[in-house]
């Protein structure tokens, strides 16, 4: 607009934006993941009849907000360039102590409180180990799984606490208004947290730099130690409250409770849009992903598929999602 | 005139948004050095790749002793005789000197595995043939030092039997000693009538080793002919395109009280007692030979690297920063060397990488505010003439130079005191260095004081107003620059002892 | 790199000398060659995977279905020697390790082709294959009375007092000795996970090289479940459920890095065996087998931190020390 006519150069314009190309590549993840949602909407409405009542869609969210709330801060710490693949051990761990706390009288506030902190020691220890040690996120979290997960079997081995005051089951099981479950809300408010943390805060933009150059986020000031290690304590918080949930809906604690949860919660994220390799992704896309994992599992449950084959559907809706653009891009390329 | 071993024509090459090259002629002739010329970004990269067979060419020819051939991969490129020696060595670190020489074509026994016996003594006597004997055929890459490396794969490049051996800015990590043994073997390479390819920018080497030369401009030829026939005036103009006389910016050294005081800083393997003064609006040069340790020193002050001993003063109050963080908020920023690696973020967007730094004040309470973030950059983006479609576009679609500019973009706008400048304008085009060199006079004439680690002797005499020259890790003279020449530097550098006090 | 993992590997030798030493205090019998040779058999099926996942992990790859595939691999022909029991054995061998090669080729071709992560592709694949394991076995066992005897004398014929099951492990083991490091392939295989990009440079197929590299983990896998079959006399839906995690643990137990380029069949040798002497070693000492989990979880975690301690680049060294002076 201004052009400053002198001796000198005339000083460029540089506009902001072109057209946004950037929300553009994005948008359209979020809305292919959003048309294979409402499909599955569609198949599961038509494909039984139970499907489309208040209450069975009310159902249907418990089955997944347990492990989307995990997936929020998965996201986040997968788009940071790490991963945590003892997230589900840190549920059994918490639960173990909640039960375990449980045995000596714990009342309510105290369970939930004992919950989300065994959590978030868990999270402090995963982050202390890769951003103090400098250990590589993987293979630590999968010594951290072990270990966290043999905690909770050598204090229970092959036994259940149980007896959990009635109070403690409106996390998991109580609703808040008519059809709404507590979950479910909670799930919508921590997305909503977490969206505006990870695209509207300076955390948030810290970590996609973290997690597209390391290095060169270093060099520019950002403190990659630190945002690192929030992560991990998020990842662990969440999984913390899960434990409460999960724990609260069941009505007892056993070692061997959410066994496999890690994988279902990063197929959730991956299949979100997030780059398992960092730097890339949208809170939008992880909560379809985990809308449309919820809708698959319930859908199927109606029609009485055994969990195992329904992991056959989500294994090859992961592998499709992700070979799906690349595919395309080879074939235009041709 | 015997006939090329290898010739490109109407060779061309794109990406998404760049030609790369168009059009492009070269010959290699039999037993002689052709010095490839050319800014950066002018395609010789490109060039290089496909010839390796990294790439392919979108259209044109490629022929070997006058059949055309299709290297459709390194390895066919490697079979057809076509070695490259790189910048940086693309060997393996972890495996032995012969294995290195040997990798993709070890001899085999007859059961079809390696034959590990013939293979050593293979590579000591390619080695010997070099007149390398001193490298040890059974040490592994790592533990030799970057000559050595060179060599490793000059002697690669001999046991194929390479007849076209490509050589991409050999130089760039040697010292002087070094360059003269590379030229030597540069010279046995021609007897023995391997077709050399030679790039570098440096007019000194090429007028020395070099037969023929040809010029890339933009992708594309603009020239080529014999040395011996053509002046360096000439070649340059060619690169440039237009007359250049390189004039450093003239300058009011107002200089004033020290600013930055270090004394006596220490780390146990790479610097030592490493004592000097910067005053507030000066340019302090930094010369020494590669790995004399200037990097690490700056590092350190940036909170990088933590040093065992000494003290940092900054305007009077001590610091001692244990992270870019801490140094930057005491007012020192840091424009590193490797550009793709330190500076920017490549896939974030311009104005992203430039607010990266000052997030703490373009955000209100920690939520980002993007109005504020466009016009932090706009402001400083303008400043130093960015070349951008928009400031929305991924920082690593830009030229060299232009990253360069928002890398010193983002540190400006942090309002800093001290700016460490590391081989600022090193892999830029002319142009570009023209502008960084003007913005640093302009920096230091607004208050900022600076700090310029290079290696490039005319820019070290031109801009500076004292030059500190580090030799292996301690600092071995601080010189005015009143008169001062390169010869005197070069000495100082390395160690030579000076005839006269 | 290997001077590295002999010096690593000398440690964890002599850690195991010493845990199996400690119990040998307690328990006289615990040393005896044939309890030693039953450890060593009982770590076999362990020892070869770990074997296989080494070299996906140094390509700078992961392979998280390989206990899927086993368990997939296992039950084709645990339901076709049940079908048909007067299959020869090495019929079914030949049979379940095509099977994992095919399902190993699979991650292949999606890693290469595609240029999927392996860890999403084997994350998929992970689920698929358990998933497909119910599909053709409906969620029955196939148990003892129905396999054929070829099945059940298999791993446990003796020879020279060793059981065949611990000979497939020395065996193999041997086979991928010769592979890693007189092979051309072996080379490849470190130097794609050294250094990718010198790879290309001399000429190697990175692509094609970690496609064999999955078909070799795949293959591996596949066999194993023939074995695993014969010496558990049991096949599932809910065979090595979990396991693959144990095989990664031998690896990182073994010094193998996850990032690629670093490992010898020593290091995923000495690895299983740390574990298997650890799972032998729990009962003996009266520690209830749930501890064993924790334990293994300890162990990876120190090894990562002792592998991460090897890996550490040295600093810098530009100051020449004492006597070079100005």
């Known amino acids: ?334 | ?501 | 790199m290997s001077r590295l993992v002999r010096t690593r590997e000398i440690w964890l030798l002599l850690a195991i000398v010493a845990m199996i030493a400690a119990i040998t205090l307690r328990t006289p019998s615990f040393a005896s060659p044939e309890n030693l040779a039953g450890i060593f058999n009982n770590t076999a099926i362990l020892i070869i995977l770990a074997l296989g996942q080494m070299v996906v992990i140094i390509t700078r790859s992961i392979d998280l279905s390989m206990a899927s595939n086993l368990a997939l691999s296992g039950m084709i022909v645990a339901l076709l020697s049940s079908a048909y029991p007067d299959l020869p054995a090495p019929l079914l061998m030949a049979i379940a390790a095509a099977s994992g090669l095919a399902l190993g080729a699979l991650n292949g071709l999606l890693v290469w082709k595609l240029d999927i992560p392996s860890i999403v592709v084997t994350l998929g694949t992970l689920t698929i294959y358990r998933g497909s394991n119910f599909l053709i076995s409906g969620g029955t066992w196939v148990n003892a009375d129905e396999l054929g005897p070829a099945f059940i004398q298999t791993t446990r014929v003796e020879l020279v007092g060793l059981p065949l099951l611990s000979w497939f492990a020395i065996v193999i083991a041997i086979g991928f000795f010769v592979l890693m490091t007189r092979t051309p392939l072996g080379r490849s295989i470190y130097a794609i996970g050294v250094n990718p990009v010198a790879a290309v440079y001399a000429g190697i197929n990175v692509g094609r090289t970690k496609f064999i590299a999955f078909c070799i983990s795949g293959l591996v896998a596949g066999f194993s479940g023939f074995l695993w079959v014969s010496r558990y006399v049991i096949a599932s839906v809910e065979t090595a459920n979990g396991y693959e995690l144990s095989v990664i643990a031998a690896c990182v137990i073994g010094g193998v890095s996850i990032a690629g380029g670093i490992g010898t069949v020593g290091s995923a040798l000495l690895g299983a065996l740390f574990l298997g002497v650890i799972t032998s070693a729990l009962p003996v000492i009266n520690v209830s087998p749930f501890w064993q989990m924790a334990i293994s979880g300890a162990a990876i975690i120190l090894a990562v931190i002792l592998n991460a301690r090897g890996e550490r680049k040295k600093g810098r060294i530009i100051l020449k020390r004492a006597e070079h002076g100005a």
């Not at chain 2, 007859?110 to 006597?125: H, N, V, Y």
């Open chain 2, 1 to 501: 005139m015997p006939d090329p071993t290898l010739t490109l024509s109407g060779v061309s090459k794109s990406f998404p948004g760049v030609r790369a090259l168009h059009d492009v002629r070269l010959s290699l002739y039999p037993g002689e050095v052709t010095a490839l010329i050319g800014e950066n970004g002018a395609g010789k990269s490109t060039l290089v790749k496909i010839l390796t067979g990294i790439y392919q060419p979108d259209a044109g020819e490629i022929a070997i002793d006058g059949k055309p051939v299709h290297l459709s991969s390194a390895h066919r490129a490697f079979e057809h005789g076509i070695t490259a020696i790189h910048q940086e060595t693309v060997l393996f670190d972890d495996l032995t000197v012969a294995e290195n020489i040997f990798l993709g074509h070890a001899p085999r026994t007859r059961l079809g595995t390696i034959d590990w016996r013939k293979m050593r003594s293979e590579a000591r006597a390619v080695l010997d043939a070099m007149g390398a004997s001193h490298i040890d055929a059974n040490a592994r890459l790592r533990e030799l030092g970057i000559a050595n490396k060179h060599l490793v794969a000059v002697a690669r490049a001999m046991s194929i039997d390479a007849r076209i051996v490509i050589m991409d800015e050999p130089t760039a990590a040697l010292s002087h000693k070094e360059i003269e043994d590379l030229f030597v073997l540069i010279e046995l390479l021609k007897q023995d009538g391997k077709a050399v390819l030679f790039i570098s920018h440096k007019f000194d080497e090429i007028y020395r080793i070099a037969d023929r030369y040809t010029v890339f401009r933009d992708g594309e030829m603009v020239g080529d002919g014999l040395l011996r026939d053509t002046g360096q005036k000439e070649i340059v103009q060619m690169m440039v395109g237009r007359s250049v006389d390189h004039i450093f910016p003239e300058r009011e050294a107002r200089i004033g009280a020290p600013v930055l005081s270090v004394s006596g800083l220490s780390h146990p393997t790479e610097f030592d007692d490493i004592t000097f003064e910067l005053r507030q609006s000066e340019i302090l040069g930094f010369y020494g030979l590669v790995g004399a340790g200037r990097s690490e020193v700056m590092q350190a002050l940036f909170g990088i690297t933590r040093p065992s001993a000494g003290s940092i003063v900054l305007g009077g109050k001590p610091i001692a920063p244990r992270s870019p963080a801490d140094a930057i908020a005491a007012g020192i920023v840091y424009v590193p060397e490797e550009r793709g690696k330190q500076g920017v973020v490549v896939d974030l967007p311009i104005y992203q990488n430039v607010s990266l730094p000052s997030l703490a004040r373009t955000s209100r309470s920690g939520f980002l505010r993007l109005a504020r973030e466009f016009a932090l950059a706009r402001e400083y983006t303008e400043r130093l003439d960015l070349r951008a479609s928009s400031l929305s576009q991924p920082a690593g679609t830009l030229s060299g130079g232009n990253q360069q500019k928002v890398v010193i973009a983002k540190w400006l706008a942090t309002s800093p005191r001290v700016i460490i400048l590391d081989e600022p304008t090193k892999g830029i085009d002319i142009g570009s260095k023209a502008a960084v060199h003007a913005f640093m006079g302009e920096l230091v004439a607004q208050g900022l004081s600076v700090i310029m680690v290079s290696s490039e002797l005319p820019e070290i005499l031109g801009m500076s107003d004292r030059v500190v020259v580090m030799r292996e890790g301690r600092i071995a003279r601080i010189f005015d620059n009143e008169g001062l020449d390169a010869v005197t530097l070069v000495e100082t550098a390395a160690g030579i002892v000076e005839s006269a006090a």
């Open chain 1, 1 to 334: 607009m201004n052009q400053m006519q002198q001796s000198a150069p005339t000083v460029r314009r540089i506009p902001d934006r072109l057209d946004n190309p950037l929300k553009s590549a994005l948008f359209s993840w979020q809305t292919l993941l959003l048309l294979v949602a409402v499909a599955i909407f569609v198949a599961n409405s038509l494909a039984s009849p139970y499907f489309l009542s208040p209450w069975s869609l009310s159902d249907a969210t418990f089955n997944f907000t347990e492990k989307a709330l995990i997936a929020l801060a998965m996201a986040l710490l997968i788009i940071s360039g790490e991963i945590d693949l003892s997230v589900a051990a840190i549920i059994a761990l918490a639960s173990t102590a909640m039960g375990f706390a449980l045995q000596f009288g714990a009342d309510t506030p105290v369970l939930v409180a004992i919950g989300i902190g065994t959590g978030l020691a868990c999270g402090a220890f995963n982050g202390f180990l890769v951003t103090r040690l400098g250990l590589p996120s993987i293979v630590v979290t999968i010594g951290t799984m072990s270990l966290f997960r043999g905690i909770a079997f050598i204090v229970l081995g092959d036994q259940a606490f149980k007896g959990y005051p009635a109070s403690f089951a409106f996390f998991g099981q109580g609703y808040v208004w008519w059809v709404i479950s507590f979950e479910f809300v909670l799930f919508l408010a921590a997305a909503l947290i977490y969206y505006v943390l990870l695209h509207r805060t300076n955390f948030g933009r810290r970590i996609f730099a973290i997690g597209n150059n390391q290095v060169a986020a270093q060099f520019s000031g950002v403190r990659v130690g630190r945002v690192k290690f929030v992560l991990f304590c998020l990842a662990g918080l969440m999984s913390g409250i899960a434990a409460v949930l999960l724990t609260s809906r069941l009505g007892s604690t056993r070692p061997s409770i959410a066994q496999g949860w890690e994988l279902e919660v990063i197929t959730m994220v991956v299949l979100g849009g997030v780059s398992i390799i960092g730097g890339a992704g949208s809170i939008t896309g992880v909560v379809i992903a985990a809308f449309i994992m919820g809708l698959v599992t319930f859908g199927l449950g109606l029609l009485n598929v055994p969990g195992i084959v329904m992991s056959i559907v989500i294994g090859a809706l992961l592998i499709l999602v992700i070979a799906l653009p690349i595919v395309y891009r080879l074939v235009r390329r041709r």
